[in-house]
């Protein structure tokens, strides 16, 4: 309610308005890594809509990419194709680019597409809830101190306790919205310290995760020890003796990857890099061919993923690739343990960034022993080993150690199976995604993307969506596509609320999980940030990411609970009404020309059909029909 009064305005009229508890917005985006910025940039371009708000918990844009910063970071997808179609880059430094230009990139997206006043960084989602009489989400977001949204959840929670809760946080405030997405990334929230491992609190050096890298501490001539042999520690490694000056640098490792040959472009790096952003900008249709053709060989990838005699086939061939590079580039004392007993393609793939080759290095040392426990200064490794397997015969030592170390970095993944953690998000029913999940045995939504009892709520990138072996950007375009075709009869007035149908959500989960069975993801040989440990995978797609390209570009509509207004009602029968109509004179036209004339035969029939007839006439009307919506 509002009340008008004069005041020494002249002619203006002062409105008073209500007071109100909370902000509103039409669309309300949590995240702004690059699928927050896609959907954000998408918004404008395609619907021509501007009336949303991104909101991130860290201190700048970029998601991942803000907050990785360890030593090498950088893209090891060709950066042609990790780009946004809508808004490619011509002048990569390189084919490989590091963490820092990849930020710098999707800044620049957000400038071009002028979004950046639309993100609000430093504002922690807490939670979100479905107000039913109302229709609308509202969501309670802490604001942040600058920096402290950069710190992992652990690191925030020790923060308050040791500083005070205003260290961390200065306000709460509820907002409400009539769409909810989560542009949520999966590679944000780091795996904390392991709890069976004891000794932290006795050791007196420094321990922190690669994903929240500490460059005020000094590596110079300090033992290093790194947990874990993921795509992020075979970036920054090389680097620590090399660039860092560490003393000495202990890896361990829990089973070995499977490493590729980084991609070489075409006319080799140096040529690349001198005469691509030339060729990129000023050769009609070169930029298109190469992202076309790098999509094309990293689709063909999928193959070694399936189940069957051509999928095992086609990773022997590539395993045997892989084997072949390995013992050409690293010691010889260590291709036992780097020799993996588990199909290509189970956990993460890498393209070697100068890993192997790093581990010639007499100050870098490989060891499959476990870590056991901490002291002030040391480690102690062993007994034992964790690859080959106990019951494997191997000459591997599995002694007893201790090592001094000063530092020792995490680079033990993301919780990638804890999704939307720590964001709950409240449906109709009063449960949290946490409390359905848990209830359906585990993290799913229908294409990634909805969830029944969760109306106007869209997720980017959710449970089984990308598959590892491709460009997470372009897994991101086509959800932001079919999101878009959901949110934009909401926006037009002409529906109020949707939601996919329990039947086709549980229906697909399904599908899903009976196909990943199938898949070399289910391998039990190894462990991979896929699943789960009662085995449940709620992130790959066991398709190609073609298909769910797609699948995402024509929704199936009848797998939705979609509430009309009547001016949406209206607008979805007069379109019925016109397609019908195209239809019965198409028959009607065919029918008066068969029987007046005797009867066409069947090839003059089609060509009728396709040059005047049947197709031309209800593609016309079916044209109108859309228009009309």
Not at 51 to 66: A, E, K, P
Not at 69 to 76: F, H, M
Not at 125 to 140: D, I, S
Request: proline letters at 5%; hydrophobic letters at 35%.
């Amino acid at each position: 309610m509002s009340t008008q009064t004069k005041g020494n305005y002249g002619n203006i009229v002062r409105i008073n308005h209500e007071a109100r508890e909370y902000t509103y917005y039409p669309i309300a985006i949590i995240g702004a890594g690059e699928s927050g910025i896609a959907m954000g940039c998408r918004l404008k371009e395609v619907l021509g809509f501007d009336q949303f708000r991104i909101f991130d918990r860290q201190s700048g844009i970029g998601g991942t990419w803000w907050i990785n910063r360890y030593p090498g970071v950088a893209c090891d997808i060709p950066s042609t194709f990790y780009s946004f179609s809508f808004c490619p880059k011509y002048d990569w430094s390189c084919f490989h680019p590091g963490g820092a230009e990849m930020a710098e990139y999707l800044q620049t997206v957000c400038e071009k597409y002028a979004i950046v006043d639309k993100i609000q960084v430093n504002t922690d989602a807490k939670e979100a809830r479905w107000l039913e009489n109302e229709q609308v989400w509202e969501v309670t977001l802490q604001h942040l101190m600058v920096g402290a949204g950069d710190l992992s959840e652990e690191d925030r929670a020790l923060k308050v306790k040791e500083q005070g809760h205003s260290a961390v946080y200065t306000y709460e405030e509820k907002i409400r919205c009539k769409i909810l997405i989560s542009a949520v990334g999966g590679l944000v929230q780091p795996k904390s310290w392991p709890e069976s491992i004891p000794g932290k609190e006795t050791f007196k050096g420094e321990i922190f995760h690669s994903a929240r890298w500490r460059f005020d501490v000094n590596l110079k001539d300090k033992n290093v020890v790194v947990v874990g042999t993921g795509c992020s520690a075979a970036q920054f490694v090389p680097k620590l003796v090399t660039e860092y000056g560490a003393k000495s640098v202990t890896q361990l490792m829990h089973s070995p990857p499977w490493v590729l040959p980084k991609v070489i472009p075409p006319l080799g790096e140096k040529l690349w890099n001198k005469w691509s952003p030339t060729l990129n900008t000023y050769l009609p249709g070169f930029n298109k061919a190469m992202r076309y053709s790098l999509g094309a060989v990293l689709e063909y990838d999928f193959r070694m993923f399936r189940s069957g005699s051509f999928g095992e086939r086609e990773r022997r061939k590539a395993e045997a690739g892989c084997l072949a590079y390995m013992k050409s580039k690293a010691p010889e004392k260590y291709h036992e343990i780097l020799t993996p007993n588990y199909g290509i393609g189970c956990k993460r793939k890498i393209w070697d960034p100068d890993w192997y080759a790093s581990l010639n290095d007499p100050k870098i040392h490989l060891t499959t022993l476990p870590l056991k426990s901490l002291e002030e200064d040391t480690v102690t490794l062993g007994p034992g080993r964790n690859y080959p397997p106990e019951d494997v015969a191997s000459s591997v030592p599995t002694d007893k150690i201790t090592i001094p170390a000063d530092v020792i970095v995490l680079a033990n993944g993301f919780q990638t199976t804890k999704w939307f953690h720590p964001f709950n998000v409240y449906g109709k029913e009063g449960q949290t995604l946490q409390d359905v999940f848990e209830e359906r045995g585990g993290p799913q939504m229908y294409m990634g993307t909805a969830m029944d009892g969760f109306p106007n709520f869209f997720t980017l990138l959710g449970p089984n969506c990308f598959t590892g072996h491709t460009s997470v950007i372009y897994t991101t375009e086509s959800a932001v596509t079919q999101t878009l075709q959901f949110i934009k009869p909401l926006l037009n007035g002409d529906i109020t609320k949707i939601e996919v149908k329990q039947e086709a959500q549980m229906k697909w989960t399904t599908q899903i999980q009976s196909a990943l069975r199938k898949m070399v993801w289910a391998d039990t040989r190894t462990k991979n940030w896929y699943l789960r440990d009662d085995g449940w995978n709620s992130n790959t797609y066991p398709y190609t990411q073609l298909d769910f390209f797609y699948r995402c570009s024509f929704p199936t509509w009848r797998h939705w609970n979609i509430a009309y207004t009547w001016k949406g009602f209206l607008k979805k029968w007069t379109k019925r009404t016109f397609i019908l109509l195209a239809w019965t004179v198409a028959f009607i036209d065919v029918y008066k020309k068969r029987t007046s004339g005797g009867g066409l035969g069947l090839n003059e029939i089609l060509n009728r059909w396709f040059k005047k007839g049947l197709l031309v006439t209800a593609s016309t009307l079916t044209k109108l029909a859309k228009n009309i919506q």
